[in-house]
């Protein structure tokens, strides 16, 4: 018997599924090109970091040196990125940051003002479609770089606080942005000792480039704006230099870099309602003298209510050495005042706050595009808990003040059977108990389950009526519940279908689509067995000349009869549109060859 029909067919089924699959972004496609760029209802740029090359460096003055670097941006989207120059304010600003791993801690060691974008090219880094503009706009698939030249030029360069990063709106005119001044002003700024390899042994260094801008945020691709490339400084005697060890990692934060060298080292992503994201990093290490450091870094990656405070619960009798923080200088005329924040051990909590200062511009809080750290020593072992942060600016109506999240913090248990007063079945399931399989309230602050995500942030929250819902498919299908939520016709991997039939007379099998459909629109994939009890093995795909209909003619086919057959729906989920193929006579799930 020749089978070769049946590959033939498993691959126009391919054909058909992956249309399906892709329809909306065929579409999308469509409408750019046909509109020339312009943004149609459906669509959206996506403005990413494609690569950071070349330096300069411009100069020492009082031991700080001052950088710049190159950067590229990609326009990922369905249309083009606004990029009008000053004094409008529809275009990109672009952060430069510096940092430094050592000794397992991850440190953000320089920071400059933002280039404000003025012209996009079409070029074609990220993409061989890029479709050309004016300038005045980053097209579709086109790239535009900056030398780093133009991104240290001091008469393009505005300060930082006047941007809103959880909106990408900044005011015009610019504060500051025609001023000019020595060597080091405004530029990528780095403090000689930070760099100096006889004072930094093993020092790992990396860079990072952030583009902010309105409407990119505005269609919610703000959080892929950053990426990172590691870096090598040589040098002596206050005069440095770096190059780059590596390529740009994309779409990605520092707060990755420093887990993909560092396999110890934990990550919260924090979407803050109505504002923007914080990344928290975070390591625990065996001193292997009875004590442990707790080592924090929070990266504000675009957050505009920022962070005021940092609290960590620890027991009431712990021995705390080596509290400690560490944040970056502001300068050239930044408002920021950049007085350290204390960490206090209030009872229960270590607590760091910065200063009250009344103006929020003035007080130094953790804003956007900034990494401060946090760490000490405990001679308390490490077990999962709730820590938190407090915003500084108000929110709307509703949102929270405190922001809770899991990790890792010194353990309260004393093990004595009793659930004490500041214990949990999370740091101390000895005294109260094994935590619940799944978050008991999405509503009381508490990680119930201890698996480091607390209330709406845990996926066991998903759905639930206290938690914000997003469904920009319009499916009624919760978007962390959403198989694809760019698509109202799958949101679900489908069940088994039921009520199969064979009909030796008339040589067709039917059946009923599955009751959990996950989908409104199906494919059928019909398989044949020589073996009743297995479908993974020697099964051939039976081609069906409409497999979109819930039935199959075998008009002719002498193998009706001689051999078992299977049903599996198949929908337009992305990696699990393959369906149930129900469970065998033990119960168990049956393993299921794919056709696709």
Known sequence: MDFSKYDSFARRLCIVLALVVTSSLISATAVAGVSNNTCEEGEAPDVIVGSIQSFTKFGTSNGITAWA?????????????????????????????????????????????????????????????????????????CSDPYSSGLNGQQSNLGPKFEVNAATGVHPHPVHGISATGNSIFKRLQVHNTDLDPLANPGAQYFVEAQYVTADDHAAGNHANNASWRPIAVTGSNGNYDVAFTGGTVRRETIMEAWQQNDSGVELNFIDIPNDGRVIVGSKVTDNGDGSWHYEYAIQNLNSHRSIRAFQVPIPDDIVLTNVEFH???????????????????IGFQLRWETDTDENVDSTNALRWSTTYNFRFDADVAPAPNSASFDLLRPGQEGDPNTIFFGVRTPSICNFNSVCDPGESACNCGFDCGAPPATETSCGDLVDNDCDLAVDCSDEDCCGDGGCPSIDDDSDLVAACLDCDDTDPNAWGTPGPVVNVLLSKETDTMTWDPPPAPGANIFLYHVLRSSNPQQFLHFTQCVEDPDPLDTSVEFAGDPLIGMYAYLVRAVNACPEVGEGSAGTDSNGNPREVRSCL
């Not at 941006?73 to 369905?78: D, I, M, Q, R, V």
């Not at 000053?86 to 940092?99: A, D």
């Not at 060691?109 to 503009?133: E, M, N, R, V, Y």
């Not at 944040?327 to 051990?345: A, F, K, L, M």
Request: charged share 15%.
């Open 69 to 141: 670097f190159g950067t590229t941006s990609c326009n990922e989207g369905t249309c083009w990125l606004d990029w009008f120059q000053h004094p409008s304010n529809l275009h990109p600003v672009i952060g430069q940051t510096m940092y430094r791993l050592m000794d397992g801690r991850m440190e953000m060691i320089g920071q400059g003002w933002l280039k404000h974008g003025f012209f996009a090219l079409s070029q074609t880094l990220c993409f061989p479609d890029c479709i050309g503009t004016s300038g005045t706009h980053l097209g579709v698939h």
């Open 327 to 345: 944040d970056v200088d502001y300068h050239s005329g930044e408002p920021q005042n950049g007085i350290d924040w204390i960490g206090t051990n």
